[in-house]
């Protein structure tokens, strides 16, 4: 009687066949032919940003991963996470691992060699980098990205109304590298201006207006973080080593993109966007279907696979446009208990405009100095 080698099952599930598993799955939202539901004129719009991950205290994982450097050895064992993220279809590309660490331009150069040619890359300011822009341009990528409150760029010529060409340079010592980029100056109700820089200058072909609605959906790679810790509690591990830890990440990416797979072919149906269907609620319809079709027959599958996708498009997320909260969590907690008082005193005399915005976008958007050079003001 023919048995099984004991490392057979080790062998099928190593990581590296569970990586090949995720990209013939993520091949399956992305053809190679035919339309791609990620595009937005010609580019593939993807999102990268990291997040911290805390595992079980095994001695294996701390010596590979260690603690946060400001707990000074006491934390917990944390481990940084970095993820491509296609921000249309709302699946991870590919991701990486890493010690943790507040810095994540060195996450990013490990990266690159995970982008393809065309690929446009929503960033936060914490990638803002000469060395980091650059190379996304050399290897035929574009990117958009916030400028920091403490940037001036030299302006080299006005595009358009809010918009101008600047001249970023390479501050380390010893290097004297330029680059030309698009800086657009956005204006909304409610909100301080905003600055975005982009390697895309063509003003006709790339619209500002839809930049600027573009990079809003930056915000889908932070809510998928929230996802993956929250809802498929991905902050509670069992792995007792690295190499195990590795594979239940691969594991937990596979499920991420077998339900969004599921959540994408109902949008389709509806013909409405993926991001508008709960991902929550089709987590928890993937558990139904899993114990519904356990040991049954094809036909049974095929059934309970075409029920789950119809529960799917039933679970939309509620838009609430208006809705803001405070980054202050106690002060969000005092609001929210009615804890929050009158303010004592003689109530203040408003100095401002009728207009709240009126005077912010009435203000100079560039400076001049003596020496002739202009920049762009925050």
Known sequence: MFRPRPFAKRAFFSLSNLHLLHSQLVLKIFPRTGGNPGKWRGHTVKAVDKTTLNLPETKKLFKK???HRGARGRGPVSV???????????????WITGKASTNEKPMFKRMMRRLRKGDLLL??????????????????????IPVSKNTRPKVV???????????????RNGHHGTLLLRLIYVYRDGFRRRRILTSLTDTETYP???IAGLYHRRWDIETFYRDFKSSMRACKWHCQSPDIFEKE????????????????????????????????????EARVFFSKVAGTA?????????????????Y??????????????????AKARGLKGKKRGRPRKLTIPVDPFARENSAPETVTYSDGCTYALS
């Open 80 to 94: 940084e996470l970095c993820c491509i993220f296609a921000v249309f279809p709302r699946v991870p590309l590919a």
């Open 65 to 67: 991963f260690g603690s």
């Open 249 to 284: 990440l691969a594991m937990h990416m596979i499920a991420v993109v077998l339900i969004r797979r599921t959540m994408l072919e109902a949008a389709r149906k509806l013909d409405i966007e993926p991001a508008t269907l709960s991902f929550t609620r089709a987590l928890t």
């Open 157 to 171: 010529r006005k595009l358009r109304e809010h918009e101008w060409l600047v001249e970023i340079c390479d501050s």
């Open 123 to 144: 960033l936060d300011n914490g990638f803002y980098s000469f060395q980091i822009m650059k190379m996304i341009i050399e290897r035929g990528c574009s990117f958009i």
């Open 298 to 314: 094809i036909a049974v599958v095929r059934n309970a696979y075409e029920c789950f996708v119809k529960e799917c498009s039933r």
């Open 208 to 210: 500002s207006t839809e």
């Open 316 to 333: 939309r997320i509620a838009l609430k446009p208006d809705r803001s909260f405070t980054r202050d969590k106690q002060e969000y907690r």
